[in-house]
């Protein structure tokens, strides 16, 4: 196929795809260019350079080379002694550059240097100085790729052309640490920071850059983001499906259509007063004048910035035209974004829709650098498509959804939040998916997040019932919630008593307390807690006093991940107590020895309902702890010895280097980072000891305990 060249004028194969013999040994017709040597492909470039004003396209030649060259780039890459080489290399560029101000286009002063700097020197191959120049030119000149996208919106790259990259690091919108490194997993060969060429996926998709509602979509993520999912249905039974399940369904849609109208007004009007800005419907929840009725919410003065309003079965007044269309409204605007399914359902509904075409994916660009892309349902499953948004650094990918189970669709989101650590929202409805009203009820997940901060990268959202409701997602905390539309709402006696006006930092708690609302009611069946214990162990620092055992959880545990928090967990069968099970955790996580360990006693159980877990906190005592066993790095990722005394001073943010770290590297820690059970049992030990200073801690512990 033929792609677009820079300019946007078609382009011809490239040349080299041949090796100028014909299958009989003859020359091949003059139509078939033979292949450049090396040296020539260089001198093309460097005249390429030497006359090219704008720094992203001059970025797209050098990036060319390094992709038809990264055989060589990569056994150079680690190179020291060619790194060396490249900085010497690159110094007359960043002197110039230092003389000259910042604008748009490369003078033929910076060219020219550009141009020299492209030979080859003391080893270091043209591919590996023409990489180090385009990410020169990114740092420098990156500031005005936005631009050339934009005037070119709707872009649509060819293979080898130039693609947007996500601008925003995901670290400035999450207090929770990523699970994965800061916003792509690794740095290829044919990519910047901000750029990265089209490959062959181009060929399968559609893909489309759209910038024309780049400022209505500006700061549409920020830490304070709430996206909400809602969910309408409490049973497939409550749309028009064929009684043969194995027959062709279409159209599928709500059976009473003033009811769902009714149902997804009150969840949206919840997902509001709940603060989300981002709301997501289900797919096929909606028919398309009920999806145009929905615009209304984006005209409110209290509105979603984005509604993603379900989808909906069409024809298009053609019988032969079946489609299947996601639609999303931004408020402030009146021209919809959407999205075709390209990939029909097979079961358990056999989805009769016919998509058509060459399959698009549109990317809606944001003006701080939001890729946001709607898909639907099994839009996500197909992983071709997949990859394609990992491809195109989708950052925000939104899912309206109809199956019976969101299991299949965890390695497909994760895969998205760990390349491009995006965050997706998927919702999903209906709640029970049995046929008819005598099968047993068979609740599906409600919706499903993806999140850089989450342990497993992904969380499936259930609900106690199968009525409908409302998922939450807070940006900032990685915290998800479930409203039931059943619960009641808010009112404003809860919030203002008469006469009195709320403090600023009153209306900020009760605004975070907000979240626990559904906490307020009775829960529908007894809490069972599991039980467990954590060790707690002191020692005697050499000039610090008593020091207590820390760990730092693994980044993708379920609970607590990347917390500072005492070795333990749950109890086994075989344990015979909470002794037992202190000890025996702490063996298998970091490797103490039992035996070297004095067991001073045991505090009051806490109850931990995140975990789920009730733990009691054994105090242990050890003047010369032995690890007989290497650290557990599936589980802890550092272990440190903390003084105690630091430990009451931890609103300081962090410790003076702790007396020894038992993982190499591991430096001190980050006291933030203490999970609640950990602060709650130091804030303990701390209110025992009343005087934690040398040499009486040790001894005012046991007089406490024993």
């Given amino acids: 196929m033929t792609g677009n060249d820079l300019s946007g004028a078609p382009t011809s194969p490239p040349a080299g795809t041949g090796n100028g013999i014909g299958s009989e040994g003859l020359p091949c017709s003059p139509c078939v260019a033979p292949l450049n040597s090396p040296a020539e492909r260089l001198a093309a470039l460097r005249a390429a350079v030497q006359s090219e004003p704008d720094p992203l396209v001059t970025v797209t030649h050098l990036l060319r080379l390094c992709r038809d060259e990264h055989r060589v780039l990569w056994e150079q890459a680690g190179n020291p002694d060619l790194r060396a080489t490249v900085t010497s290399v690159l110094a007359p560029l960043r002197t110039l550059a230092g ?74 919108v999450l207090d929770m640490r990523p699970t994965s490194p800061p916003w792509r997993l690794a ?39 709430i996206i909400a999912t ?5 049973a497939l039974t409550e749309f028009t499906l064929p009684s043969d399940p194995a027959q062709p369904a279409f159209p599928v849609r709500p059976t009473d259509l003033d009811a769902q109208r009714r149902h997804l007004d009150r969840l949206i009007g919840r997902a509001v007063e709940a603060g989300a ?30 509604l993603v309003a379900g ?22 605007q009146d021209r919809p974004l959407t999205h075709d399914k390209h990939s029909p359902a097979q079961r358990p509904i056999l989805e009769d829709i016919e998509p058509q075409g060459w399959p698009e994916l549109r990317v809606y660009v944001s003006a701080d ?34 199956s019976e189970s969101l299991a299949p669709f965890t390695g497909q989101v994760a895969h998205l939040v760990g390349s491009g650590q995006a965050i997706v929202a998927v919702a999903n409805n209906p709640a029970d998916w049995a046929r008819t009203g005598g099968d047993a009820v068979r609740i599906a997940s409600r919706a499903l997040f993806g999140h850089p901060g989450l342990g497993q990268q992904t969380r499936l959202v259930a609900s106690p019932d199968a009525a409908p409701g409302v998922a939450t997602l807070r940006v900032r905390s990685g915290l998800i919630g479930w409203i039931s539309a059943d619960s009641p709402a808010p009112s404003s006696g809860d919030q203002l008593v008469a006469g009195q006006e709320l403090p600023g930092w009153a ?41 207590l055992l820390l760990t730092e959880r693994a980044a993708d545990l379920r609970n607590y991940p990347g917390r500072l928090a005492f070795p333990g967990g749950a109890r086994d069968p075989q344990d015979s107590g909470p002794v037992c099970t202190a000890l025996r955790e702490a063996r298998e996580e970091v490797g103490l020895d039992p035996a070297s360990v004095q067991i001073l006693g045991v505090l009051p159980a806490l109850a931990d309902s995140q975990s789920g877990f009730v733990v009691t906190p054994v105090l242990g005592w050890s003047g010369r702890p032995a690890y007989t066993e290497p650290v557990n790095i599936a589980e802890v990722s550092a272990v440190h010895d903390v003084a105690l005394q630091q430990l009451g001073m931890r609103s300081a943010a962090t410790c003076s280097a702790p007396e ?47």
């Fill in 99 to 172: 003389s000259h101000p910042t604008a748009a286009t490369l003078d033929p002063q910076v060219r020219h240097v550009l141009a020299e700097a492209l030979k080859p020197v003391n080893g270091a191959a043209p591919a590996v100085i023409a990489h180090a120049l385009a990410q020169f030119l990114d740092d420098h000149y990156g500031q005005f790729f936005a631009d050339w996208f934009r005037s070119r919106s709707p872009y649509q790259p060819g293979v080898g052309d130039p693609i947007p990259l996500g601008g925003p690091d995901i670290r400035e």
């Fill in 187 to 225: 740095n290829r060969l044919d990519e910047t920071r901000r750029v990265r060429l089209a490959g062959g996926w181009a060929t399968q998709f559609q893909v489309v850059f759209d910038y024309s509602l780049s400022d209505a979509l500006s700061r549409l993520v920020t830490p304070d983001t």
């Fill in 230 to 234: 809602c969910h309408p249905n409490r």
């Fill in 277 to 306: 800005s981002i709301v997501v419907l289900p797919e096929l929840c909606v028919t398309k004048p009920l999806a145009r009725y929905l615009q209304d919410w984006v005209r409110r003065a209290d509105s979603p910035r984005v």
């Fill in 311 to 332: 989808s909906y079965h069409h024809a298009d007044g053609s019988p032969h035209r079946r489609r299947n269309t996601a639609i999303a409204w931004v408020r402030g």
């Fill in 369 to 402: 650098g939001w890729h946001l892309v709607l898909a639907i349902c099994r839009d996500l499953l197909n992983p071709q498509a997949v990859h394609t948004l990992a491809e195109i650094g989708a950052n925000l990918v939104l899912v309206p959804a109809m």
């Fill in 507 to 547: 209306a900020r708690l009760a605004s975070e307390l907000d979240r626990y609302r559904q906490l307020e009611h009775q829960p529908p069946e007894p809490i069972t807690l599991r039980p467990a214990a954590v060790l707690v162990l002191l020692s005697e620092g050499d000039t610090t006093g008593p020091t």
């Fill in 660 to 706: 020894r770290d038992r993982v190499p590297g591991a430096g001190a820690p980050d006291l933030t980072l203490l999970g609640p059970i950990t602060a709650t049992v130091i804030d303990m030990v701390l209110a025992l000891l009343k005087d934690p200073s040398p040499p009486r801690a040790a001894a005012s512990i046991i007089e406490h305990l024993t």
